[in-house]
């Protein structure tokens, strides 16, 4: 009988705890056991693992956040700390782990395999939306949904006062965040870490909009930006006399029940880890392409590089006119 472990590593997205069900009653169904790890790589290195049954993952399905917890390891980088790792794991003779997270979170099982052999499934679960072999990750679709109800709620109040409000999300160096929310909650700019920003540009929007009647203006901008959220207020205010507020959503974008395709994107990318482990192929990444769930050598798809969608970056600006 196969033995498995599963975690969740890195910032927390809504759909792991999907996942985690997805691959427990997979799991168990193909006659394997599955044993969940606490607190990611950390609680990897410390022994916190149990075995989860059937009824371990109950009514979870809708829930933000993981069941299983998640911290970053500063230990699993060193050499000490995944061989750690790797004797708690072949004390319980699991010899298949499952990591669910974002590109830190790969990255150290790419590295874990290379130097102890073990065979190692990853699913792409982060809001950020920055690994660049999938389309898309889980935990992505709900947040930009909780951004764009958060767009609304702003844009009425921004109205009412005829101001300008910058609204900081999250994405330290993928703007993907922004750049979605901002085309689908008309956003009149969108600045992202990717690419060179122009302030003046910028401001001369929001003038050229007060000049023809608008009565206020969205500007999203990615938390990875180099300038500072609220030097940015300053710049504006100063260049354009307009009235600007700063409103940083940070953490409620990681929380709330998961969409329905993040449910699904985590529930098909369980099931496609359990078959893998099933037939012995190894050291795979597991993501969606042109709709459809698939898989490829984890050290190639870490190789990969995202660009950002400049057709859609420039509709901002058309649709914004």
Do not use: W
């Not at 099931?271 to 037939?279: E, F, G, T, V, Y």
Request: charged share 30%; aromatic share 4%.
């Amino acid at each position: 009988m196969k033995r498995i472990g599963v975690l969740t590593s890195g910032g927390d997205a809504p759909g792991m705890n999907a996942a985690v069900r997805s691959i427990t009653r997979y799991g168990i169904y193909h006659d394997m056991e599955v044993y969940g790890i606490k607190r990611g790589y950390e609680g990897l290195i410390d022994g916190e693992v149990e075995r989860l049954y059937r009824r371990s993952v109950g009514d979870i399905l809708q829930r933000g956040g993981t069941i299983l917890k998640t911290a970053r390891s500063e230990h699993f980088r060193t050499r000490e700390g995944m061989e750690k790792a790797y004797n708690v794991l072949k004390d319980l003779m699991i010899e298949n782990l499952i990591v669910i997270g974002g590109d830190g979170t790969l990255t150290g099982a790419k590295e874990f395999s290379q130097n102890f052999g073990v065979n190692v499934i990853g699913l792409p679960g982060t809001i950020d939306n920055d690994l660049a072999y999938t389309d898309e990750t889980i935990g992505f679709d709900t947040a930009i949904n909780t951004v764009l109800e958060g767009i609304t709620r702003i844009r009425d109040t921004s109205s009412a006062h005829e101001r300008t409000t910058i609204i900081e999300v999250m994405g330290r160096r993928c703007g993907d965040i922004a750049l979605y929310a901002g085309i689908t909650g008309g956003a009149e700019s969108v600045l992202l870490p990717e690419l060179d920003n122009d302030l003046d540009a910028v401001c001369e929007k929001v003038i050229s909009g007060v000049r023809e009647g608008k009565l206020h203006d969205i500007i999203i901008k990615a938390e990875g930006v180099p300038v500072d959220s609220k030097e940015l207020v300053k710049i504006i205010s100063e260049r354009t006399g307009r009235d600007v507020k700063l409103v940083v959503l940070s953490y409620l974008q990681r929380g709330g029940s998961p969409t329905f395709r993040d449910r699904m994107l985590a529930t098909m990318s369980g099931a496609r880890a359990i078959d893998l482990i099933k037939q012995g192929v190894r050291n795979r990444a597991i993501g969606i392409r042109n709709g459809e769930i698939f898989d490829m050598d984890i050290a190639e798809a870490l190789e990969s590089t995202r660009t950002v969608d400049l057709d859609l970056y420039k509709g901002v600006d058309i649709l914004s006119m």
